[in-house]
C-alpha cells in the first residue's frame, strides 16, 4: 500500500468548552488532491491551522511523508516541503509579479551567506518564470502585484506556494472573491499542476462544484468531527451529507 504524504490521527483541539477538531482522522496520498468542506463552525480552519503549525492541537498526531510534524512551526514546516495558501491575499503588493515567486522561496536557498553571493534573483528566476508561463501571467510577469486586479492577484498568490516545489500544497478557498469566469481557470490550473509537479493538495473551499470538480477524495466535517470521506461520487449520494450540509 503507498505510504501516505500526510496522516492525521486523532486530532484534538478545544477552546474551553467547545471542541473546535474533536478526533479528526484521515491520510493525503502522494499525487491527491484532497477536498475539505463542512459548514461554517465545522473546524475545518482550526484543522488546517493545526496541520500547518499556526495552532498546536491539544492531542492527536500529524504527520509528513512518515515523520512527526505535530510541533512544528510554519516556517520549519515551508522548509520541509509544505506550502500554502490563506484566504486573504499575501502578495507583496510595491513587488513585481516575477520578484514575488522569488522572494517565496528564497528561504529554500540555504544559509543566509550563501544567499548574499547567489544571483541577483538567488538562481531562482528560471523556476519562476517557468511558473509564470504555466500560471499563464507572463504579460503582468514585470508589472507590480499591487496593480493587478484580484483574481490576477489570486495566481500570484497560489504561485508563490509552489515556488519551493512542496510535496504537499494546503489551499485555503483558493476560490474566495474570484470573479465564476476564473473559477474554472483555477480549476483547469490545479489540475495540471496535479499531473505536472507531482505534489498532493488538500484543499478547502465552499464552492461546492470547483470542489466536487477538482478533488479525488472529500472530507466532510460537522462540528468538529469527520461525518464523511469518500469519492465526489459517494459524498453527493451520502443522505447524512445531503441533510447535513448540501441541503438536498
Known sequence: MTAPVLKVSDL???????HAVAGVSFEVLPGEIFGVIGPNGS?????????????????????LNG??????SPVELNQRGVGRTFQTLQVFGKMSVRDNLIVAAQEHQGSMFGRMFAPGDSGLGAR??????????????DK????L?????????????FMSEPDLVLLDEPCAGVNPSLVGGISTLL???NKTRKGSFVVIEHNMDFVMDLCHRILVMVEGKVMALGTPAE???????LDAYLGA
Not at 484534538?12 to 467547545?18: M, R, T, V
Not at 519562476?128 to 510577469?141: G, K, N, S
Request: no cysteine; proline share 1%; hydrophobic share 40%.
Open 67 to 72: 515523520q512527526d510534524i505535530t510541533r512544528l
Open 149 to 161: 486586479s484580484y483574481g490576477q492577484q489570486k495566481l500570484v498568490d497560489i504561485a508563490m506556494a
Open 235 to 241: 459524498i453527493r449520494s451520502n443522505k447524512q451529507v
Open 144 to 147: 507590480k502585484a499591487g496593480e
Open 128 to 141: 519562476a518564470d517557468a511558473l509564470i508561463d504555466q500560471f499563464r501571467i507572463r504579460h503582468v510577469a
Open 43 to 63: 473546524g475545518k480552519t482550526t484543522m488546517f491551522n493545526s496541520v500547518l503549525g499556526q495552532i498546536t492541537p491539544d492531542a492527536g498526531r500529524i504527520e
Open 191 to 193: 489540475k495540471e499542476l
Open 12 to 18: 484534538k483541539k478545544s477552546y474551553g468548552a467547545i
